[in-house]
């Protein structure tokens, strides 16, 4: 856990700085920094996208994973604790904390690293990888926070929980996951990141949180792969 706490403290250092930067500069600049966050998830979803080799069973998770969502409301759901975490942390004119909050939460846990680094401080104590993230999700979170604000800061919350189950848990769920099913989950992941980048970058507003469940439902197929060559 010691690395994820890390992790955590990184990405809220790096929010700090991004929010001083933001108070400090006029709206024209402003939209400069969105334009830079647009273009480093476009950059680091597409790295992400690539890993895919089945993309039949990508299609079809984004699919059923964005249904599932949408009859679940996800969005709305992480909207609004958004909002109740604004109500108590935040000033009432954060208009982007719910935003900043989602983005960045689906950024940091999305890719490979979250896994494998956790699953290697669990299993091992090799912290290497999780440290590496920490200063990536550092400065990431600069950029982030100067675009969208305080919100991007309680992204390290869902990095202490979702990390610290997986660290807590690596011995038991490691054997299961093998390099194809972090692929494919990495691609997926990689989708939301593009989902994001094209909002932020105010080509498309997609409502990602929707879309979480394909996460799920990849994991699914990738287990079924073996057994159903079509995917």
Do not use: W
């Amino acid at each position: 856990m010691v690395a994820t706490l890390i992790n955590a403290g990184a990405i809220i250092l790096g929010s700090i700085i991004g929010i001083l930067i933001r108070k400090g500069i006029k709206e024209e600049y402003r939209k400069v920094v969105f334009t830079a966050a647009g273009i480093t998830s476009l950059t680091i979803g597409i790295q992400m996208v690539l890993k895919t080799s089945h993309i039949l069973s990508f299609a079809l998770a984004l699919m059923a994973g964005g249904l599932l969502g949408t009859m679940l409301d996800l969005e709305g759901a992480i909207e609004r604790l958004g909002e109740s975490l604004k109500r108590r942390f935040a000033r009432k004119s954060e208009d982007t904390f719910a935003a900043g909050f989602l983005n960045a939460s689906v950024l940091f846990c999305a890719g490979a690293m979250a896994i494998l680094g956790s699953f290697n401080a669990g299993t091992v104590g090799d912290y290497s990888l999780l440290l590496t993230k920490s200063v990536l999700d550092g400065f990431v979170s600069i950029i982030f926070a100067g675009a969208m604000g305080i919100g991007v800061a309680f992204a390290a919350l869902s990095v202490l929980v979702y990390q610290g189950a997986l660290t807590l848990l690596s011995e038991y769920i490691k054997p299961y996951v093998s390099d194809l099913m972090l692929s494919e989950l990495t691609a997926i992941g990689g989708a939301l990141v593009i989902m994001i980048a094209l909002g932020l970058l105010e080509i498309k507003s997609f409502k990602t949180g929707n879309f979480l469940p394909a996460m799920v439902v990849i994991i699914i197929l990738a287990l079924a792969m073996p057994f159903i060559s079509f995917l």
